[in-house]
């Protein structure tokens, strides 16, 4: 079992702020932790005693389960909290509740917010370990982690892939998560939506920006799809999902670009029949619920992880 | 107060006199005396040995939250931020609460005004509670004492009224200053770029600027009226204000010390003290502006001053407010372009002394006999640490706390009275 001895960061704000060396260790340690999830008893005592808060200022199903479920499987004690986001408007600021959170002594936190960069303000606040559940458009470093161990499994390497990712680069944290973190690895990604959807700059993180969707999913290793949005506060960004769909979906004739064994991924919530033809969706080449099984298995690392830096 | 004094051994730049020379400045009863004027043999003496003898410097673009928000800032501990920074004269903004857009609330800051330590000039309001929709009554705001008139803050949207704002403006000879945004563009929090994209925060375009640059550019070419352009940022602002001028259009414009400083890589952090409107841009911009204060291009730097409390700053990225406080900053920063040899220590007065009056049509900026005694002493060498205690702004938002900053004013003089000094 790791010790953390290796491991040397007490916040995970972002995969940008781990080395290689820092991923594979997290790699390997939720790899080992997978197995517990398999068991009849799904419960050790590693993480007895320790307080873990979920403070999340967006709405969230799957990720709040996620880190829950792996607190729970360690045996911390969670508490799940999601200020109503006009909050701020009664005059309790982000600072505020980081102090009140922070008088009762928890261990862990766990953040989600609307606005990049709140978690690395909480963290200047605080004792408790902080973690980032996903900041605005900025990162979401659980995601992009339960990513790279689900493409790790099935292809058993992180070197030379080529992963195409396809859809709103511009408001996915999934997306920006993902492409400094396979980047890092040793593989390359290539993004490809409508020019309305790739930010600025995005090569500067790693990306390779392509023209033409045959360009981005020509012999890919991974195809990940992102949800998306037609417009985003008054923001046009779409004429309409029909379209979208047709010029920038995966259909299976798309999904025969890539290498016959390419994994089809995506963050979720899936719009089948937008982003992904269901048949795609649902096929055999989907590892979806991989990544979701994956993300527990990460989660768990996470927090065992940092509290071996307290 | 005495207000006789001679300014000994001091390197005397004024521009406007062609002159820059170490000699002796000779101040009688607070006005500019002949160099060669009998007085007394005990007129007290001002050592300036290694300092600059300069006009009075002018900040023609600050906030100073008075009315309204003086737990932000106050007049009187804007005006003394201002005498620490060498400032003799500050023109504030109208964005007070209520809006400086009539004569009883420009009234009201020239009376608090009357006990500041530098002189205030207030800025009226284009339209009334900067809304954008009527004018406010340009003539009763300047009769009472406006001596510009600005929405700053917010963009004029219709086209219409700041075509209408710069024409009846032209009628009392007051400046127009325009905040130039196109609002639909703007909607973002950093420069658009990829450091916005690494950040995940929302962008502003340049073009967010230099399209309202144009507009403005383009109501004063065909109304034949004078425009000027606050807080300068792109590259593509200036291009278009240089070919205008080029073409005889009547335009000038000021930049502001943070943006010849820092680009948006210093928004790293999500450190909430360098969030302004416009944005800190890429370093091409930063390196466009440097030239264009050198070649004329740009006439003013001005500090766009804007203090704030932590409730405003102390927040996400996205919810924080925008602006720093500069008027303690703005001369060092400044006197890092001329040992950079970006502009020459002549050029510096122009850009801070000199032109800003001209452009507001306010007296200052040279120091002929006879002018008032507006002078400001600077150590171009004087080397400091700019730390929280040393702030004299109410507030402490700004990028520059903890820099060691070299060059300062020493002393600040106005109309003959010491309002600053830090020699013996």
């Known amino acids: 079992m790791a010790t953390g001895s290796t491991f040397s960061h007490h916040h995970i704000l972002g995969i940008e702020q781990l080395s290689t060396e820092d991923i594979s260790y997290i790699l390997s340690t939720a790899d080992s932790f997978k197995e517990i999830s398999a068991r009849p008893i799904k419960k050790v005592p590693t993480l007895r005693g320790h307080t873990i808060i979920n403070l999340f200022f967006e709405p969230s199903t799957r ?75 900025h990162e979401h470093p659980s995601q992009g982690l339960l990513d790279l161990l689900t493409v790790k499994e099935h292809r058993g390497t992180l070197s030379g892939l080529k992963i195409a990712i396809i859809g709103d680069i511009s408001h996915s944290r999934v997306a920006h998560s993902d492409i400094v973190g396979f980047t890092k690895m040793g593989s390359e990604v290539f993004v490809y939506g409508p020019s309305t ?114 | 107060m005495n207000t006789t004094w001679r300014i000994i051994n001091g390197r005397i730049i004024d521009p406007i006199n062609q002159t820059d020379q170490v000699r002796d400045l000779l101040i009688i009863n607070g006005r500019i005396a002949e160099p060669d004027q009998t007085v007394a043999p005990d007129v007290p003496e ?83 509670g900067l809304e954008g929709l009527q004018l406010a009554e340009f003539g009763e705001m300047q009769a009472a004492g406006a001596v510009a008139v600005s929405d700053d803050g917010r963009p004029v949207r219709d086209s219409q009224l700041m075509r209408r704002a710069l024409e009846y403006a032209s009628d009392f000879g007051l400046t127009v200053i325009a905040h130039s945004e196109e609002p639909s563009l703007s909607k973002g929090v950093m420069n658009e770029g990829a450091m916005s994209t690494r950040l995940g925060l929302k962008g502003i375009p340049t073009a967010a600027e230099s399209i309202m640059v144009y507009r403005e550019i383009a109501l004063a070419e065909f109304t034949g009226t004078k425009v000027h352009i606050a807080h300068v940022s792109t590259a593509m602002s200036l291009d278009l204000i240089r070919s205008a001028k080029a073409r005889g259009v009547r335009v000038t414009a000021e930049t502001a010390p943070h943006y010849f400083t820092l680009t948006d890589e210093a928004v790293a952090d999500y450190d909430t003290n360098v969030k302004m409107n416009p944005p800190l841009r890429s370093a091409a911009d930063r390196e466009a502006i440097k030239l264009a204060l050198a070649d004329g291009t ?35 920063l400044t006197l890092a372009l001329v040992r950079d040899q970006v502009i020459d220590a002549r050029r510096l007065v122009e850009l801070l002394a000199v032109n800003p009056p001209a452009i507001l049509g306010i007296p200052g900026g040279t120091l002929r006999p006879g002018a008032a005694a507006d002078v400001t002493l600077i150590d171009p060498k004087r080397e400091f640490l700019y730390s929280e205690e040393q702030v004299v702004s109410k507030s402490r938002n700004t990028p520059f706390l903890g820099w060691q900053l070299q060059g300062r004013a020493v002393l600040t003089m106005v109309g003959g009275e010491i309002r600053y000094t830090l020699l013996g």
């Open chain 2, 298 to 332: 740009l006439d003013a730097i001005a500090t766009d001053h804007a203090p704030h409390s932590i409730l405003e700053k102390e927040l996400e990225f996205d919810t924080a407010a925008n602006g720093i406080i500069g008027l303690e900053t703005a001369l060092p």
């Open chain 1, 63 to 137: 990720t709040r389960l996620s880190f829950e479920v792996a607190a729970k499987r360690m045996s911390a004690d969670t508490f799940n909290i999601s200020p109503s986001t006009s909050s701020t408007t009664k005059g309790e600021t982000l600072i505020d509740t980081a102090r009140n959170i922070s008088a009762m002594h928890p261990d862990i936190i766990i953040i989600r917010h609307s606005c990049s960069g709140a978690p690395h303000l909480l963290s200047r606040y605080v004792d408790a370990a902080v973690i980032n559940a996903g900041d605005g458009a």
């Open chain 1, 197 to 310: 959807l790739i930010p600025k700059g995005i090569d500067q993180l790693g990306a390779v920006v392509c023209t033409s969707l045959s360009q981005a999913v020509r012999d890919a290793d991974v195809v990940m799809t992102l949800r998306i949005q037609k417009e985003r506060q008054d923001d046009p960004l779409l004429p309409s999902l029909r379209e979208y769909s047709r010029e920038f979906g995966i259909s299976r004739s798309v999904l025969a670009l890539a290498r016959p064994d390419a994994l089809v991924m995506h963050p979720g919530p899936v719009n089948r029949g937008v982003e992904l033809n269901p048949d795609v969706a649902d096929g055999p080449q989907s590892v979806i619920l991989d990544q979701v099984t994956n993300g527990v298995a990460v989660r768990m690392a996470l927090l065992y992880l940092v509290m071996g830096n307290m």
């Open chain 2, 46 to 128: 001002i050592d300036a040995a290694g300092c600059w003898v300069v006009p009075g410097l002018t900040d023609m673009h600050v906030h100073l939250r008075e009315p309204g928000e003086e737990f932000k800032e106050d007049i009187l501990s804007g005006a003394r931020a201002a005498a620490a920074g060498g400032f003799t004269g500050v023109a504030c903004m109208p964005n007070t609460q209520p809006v400086n857009d009539c004569k009883a609330v420009t009234a009201l800051i020239l009376a608090q005004a009357a006990q500041a330590a530098v002189r205030v000039y207030p800025v009226g309001a284009i339209s009334k």
